[in-house]
């Protein structure tokens, strides 16, 4: 059973615009959730984290927006450019594992 | 800068060979792991290991041992490589247990292939 969802699969976007990476979870106890960005040939790498006391968690163009109550949070990336194109795997927590999502594959356009 | 190295980069196995997988850190963590990545599966968490000469069992161990011969090393053994084995596996270190580390450091990946 897939505790962390995330869609899409994957999403084009034109260089410029907000890309909007979807996750959700299903157990109540998780309360750390970072995100990691992986390109190709590469191993991931923590981009932005958010722990669950807060809604929204900002670090230059990537934004955590976290929705307690239904079990939801969303990466947005503004103002989207070609070496943003990579994979997105959102994880979660509320104790001693880390429970990875299926990542979204992000390919932005020139 | 934390660092976990990985080798080989990719290998080619035969259906019942025995496959060694090496990772390193230079972070002095305490703790190490092995994950595969399968394609639309994410992350899998295969075996950890939070201290020297001690490993454990992660979500998907059937098929899988670990070694932990030393703080800064890990190795993942296949002892009867099978073709559901192929994959990419990736290591990783961390200075608390998994869930509770604000960072998991990875390695750069082995990928796998057994015919």
């Known amino acids: 059973q897939q505790q962390v969802r995330q869609s899409p699969q994957s999403l084009t976007v034109w260089e410029g615009e907000t890309a909007i990476l979807n996750c959700s979870y299903e157990?109540?106890?998780?309360?750390?959730f970072p995100w990691y960005q992986q390109f190709p040939g590469e191993g991931p790498a923590l981009l932005i984290s958010?722990?669950?006391?807060?809604d929204k968690k900002e670090d230059g163009r990537f934004t955590i927006f976290f929705n307690k109550r239904e079990k939801k949070l969303s990466l947005h990336i503004t103002d989207s450019q070609p070496g943003d194109s990579a994979t997105y795997f959102c994880?979660?927590?509320?104790?001693?594992?880390?429970?990875f999502g299926s990542g979204t594959q992000l390919t932005v356009m020139p | 800068e934390a660092a976990v190295t990985q080798s080989p980069r990719s290998k080619v196995a035969v259906t019942g060979g025995k496959v060694t997988l090496s990772c390193h850190q230079t972070?002095?963590?305490?703790?190490m792991y092995w994950y595969r990545q399968d394609t639309g599966h994410g992350l899998r968490l295969i075996h950890y290991?939070?201290?020297?000469?001690?490993?454990e069992k992660g979500d998907i161990p059937d098929g899988y041992k670990a070694s932990r011969p030393s703080q800064e090393n890990f190795s993942l053994i296949l002892e009867l490589a099978s073709l559901s084995q192929t994959a990419v596996y990736f290591c990783?270190?961390?200075?608390?247990?998994?869930?509770?580390?604000?960072?998991?450091?990875f390695g750069s990946g082995t990928r796998l292939t057994v015919l």
């Open positions: 994880a979660a927590s509320g104790g001693w594992q880390l429970i």
């Open positions: 990783a270190s961390s200075d608390e247990l998994g869930g509770s580390a604000e960072t998991l450091y």
């Open positions: 290991s939070y201290v020297a000469d001690s490993t």
């Open positions: 972070n002095n963590h305490d703790y």
């Open positions: 157990d109540s106890t998780f309360n750390y």
């Open positions: 958010i722990r669950s006391v807060s």
